[in-house]
């Protein structure tokens, strides 16, 4: 039987050490890390919880790429570059088929993002993940969603509303072939956080954040943050081929109000569209232009959000983003 | 009826910023966060659990304070000074008298410790806490564990036991006048990190940890990365009052054994003596001289560490610490 410490010894300890690697790692009361010169450290954390983030019986392997990768789209959205997280996890027991195959998926992820683990926490209790991760980044070179400015286009990075489509299958909302289900099943299990396309757009763009509770939520927070508005084209959202099959609500629903898409939404002025494209096409990840950042007066009796058709008619929009409060 | 958001915002979201605040707080996709020039970060995670941690039903104020306590001790136990924290916390419900008292008493505590609040997660869930630490500390002079040698003296901090004299107490195991039930479980409730004293030891002091589960386990932590043993008068063991009257083996066990200390044990040289009382001295905590650090070698069939009474007689021990995973 293994205890809470051989258990951390056995699957989340390692012994190899990149040239970037923290001063002190797991097994001290703290690690020991400092930001490369000339950066500061940039620090996210996410908790996920079994029945609300992930299925009861999820694949182990999945929900340990998961668990880091939603983590790290946060750095990728700030423009800065991995460097190191801390996995707190309670556990109903000890399950070691399980915890070999969450700590695979989960390192597999870290160690293609250069990303260390330098400490941690287990306990017994309802199965619960808490990651902090950790990257560096120039401060006057990080994405904050504080700097969108009026006249900046909006951008979205690959596509839109696949892990929804997937979730609306899985709860049979609507029906889906079996291999469009699997399709789409990856995006909702297996997300790519797009670390090099958010460091290559530092300095770039303007503002940006990774959609996780869905698009029409999550801008928003750019657009309170910047105090502007936007006009966004709901036709020139990006959608996967199976999603441009559906019928058009549900199209509508998955790319609007969706969540668990971590991609980018960022905002940057127009004389940089090349070089948004540029940083698009170096990375290999597409980026679409879908709509335009506008003056906002909060006195006025209007909605910070203009949703249009792609003849640019406005159309009323009553989806709204996911709250974890909600039920 | 408050959503994830305006709960982030009306309780854990605060305005006054300090001069050593971080570059960029809540709010963002990720916190901006340096350490202090010629310091590293120091970072340290812990997750507390209902039925685990703490009761169904726990005062919330005191949660709130223990929940970031726990934390700070393992800051203190490196010799670094407070910076920041993060906090991921699952609820089952939005309770506002709940969250009211919590975060009264987890921004009591961090203000005093100079903690600010740089980022978080909520979601629905069984309540659970989850809280990530950052100080900072001139790398050379952390208080790492792998620092103890042959020859030094064992210190610890402030008394051993109460709170395990209090859980001993509510469980019925042995019986607790109100009175002293009630002085024991303010050091369960309340625990105070040794902040200042961490720092004060750092570069005096050699290794350091801070005691969670329980003296007999948490030594062997400094021992296994020091490649030492260790020599402990269990008379000499540091106690309050109300436990200095309790039967011998219920002593034992609780200063031994107990747990939920959050009591500095640290190593220092012999010729320190006079500067580590003069830390304990300068932050009004007494410190006491438990034991020695000795040479162990790994290949002999001995145990690590020798207990003795106070004329130096060996005395057998089968105490052990806490592990989260034993029912």
Known sequence: MLNEFSLISRYFSRHEKSPDAAILGVGDDCALLAPRPGRVLAISTDMLVEDRHFF?????????????????????????????????????????????????????????????????????????????????????????????????????????????????????????????????????????????????????????????????????????????????????????????NQPAMIQRQCTVAGGDDYELCFTAPVTARDAVLAAGASCRVPVTRVGTITAFDTRADEARIVWTDGDGKPVPLALRGFDHFDD
């Open 56 to 244: 009861a019986g999820a694949d182990a392997r999945a929900l340990g790429h998961k668990t880091l990768a939603v983590n790290l789209s946060d750095l990728a959205a700030m423009g800065a570059a991995a460097r190191a997280f801390t996995l707190a996890l309670a556990l109903p027991s000890i399950d070691e088929a399980w915890l070999e195959a969450f700590s695979d998926g989960l390192y597999a992820l870290a160690d293609r993002s250069g990303c260390e683990l330098i400490g941690g926490d287990t306990t017994k209790g309802p199965l619960t993940l808490c990651v902090t991760v950790f990257g560096d980044v120039e401060a006057t070179r990080a994405l904050r969603r504080d700097a969108a400015a009026p006249g900046d286009d909006i951008w979205i990075s690959g596509t839109l509303g696949d892990a929804r489509l997937a979730l609306g299958g899985l709860r049979e909302e609507w029906p889906l072939t079996p291999e469009d289900l699997a399709t789409a099943r990856r995006a909702m299990d297996w997300p790519e956080p797009r670390l090099a396309l958010g460091a290559a757009l530092a300095g770039v763009a303007h503002a940006a954040l990774d959609i996780s509770d869905g698009l029409a939520g999550d801008v928003l927070h750019i657009l309170e943050r910047s105090n502007a508005g936007a006009r966004i084209d709901l036709d020139a959202l990006p959608r996967s081929a199976i999603l441009a």
